[in-house]
């Protein structure tokens, strides 16, 4: 099993910054993607950035240039900077990992959650 332990998720103003970090422990040997969901109320989940272990990239459009997400494989962390925050960035930000495989992104673990809140 893979546990994923995220923090950093904060009440922060229109405009301002956040950086999301999770931590990987237990069974990652093997895991080669690892990356950021969210949900808001009343929506379902949805894919905000990944990154595999080559540092392959991909974000979701409402994110492009507006978040980077990188990763500390010394320390089986990932890291998720977003700026430029709006109130519909509001949601739960969920950590995942999993496997890239044949340019497909596969997802099999998931952490707890952390609350992210944009004031306008």
């Known amino acids: 099993q893979v546990q994923l332990v995220e923090s950093g998720g904060d009440l922060v103003q229109a405009g301002g910054s956040l950086r999301l970090s999770c931590a990987a422990s237990?069974?990652?040997?093997?895991?080669?993607?690892m990356g950021w969901y969210r949900q808001a109320p009343g929506k379902q989940r949805e894919m905000v950035a990944l990154i595999s272990s080559s540092d392959r990239t991909i974000y979701a459009d409402a994110m492009k240039g507006r978040c980077t997400i990188s990763r500390d494989n010394a320390k089986n962390t990932v890291y998720l900077q977003m700026n430029s925050l709006k109130p519909e960035d509001t949601a739960v930000y969920y950590c995942?990992?999993?496997?890239?495989?044949?340019?497909?992104?596969?997802?099999?673990?998931w952490g707890q959650g952390t609350q992210v809140t944009v004031s306008s």
């Open positions: 237990g069974s990652i040997f093997g895991i080669t993607a």
């Open positions: 995942a990992a999993g496997y890239r495989e044949s340019g497909t992104w596969r997802i099999n673990y």
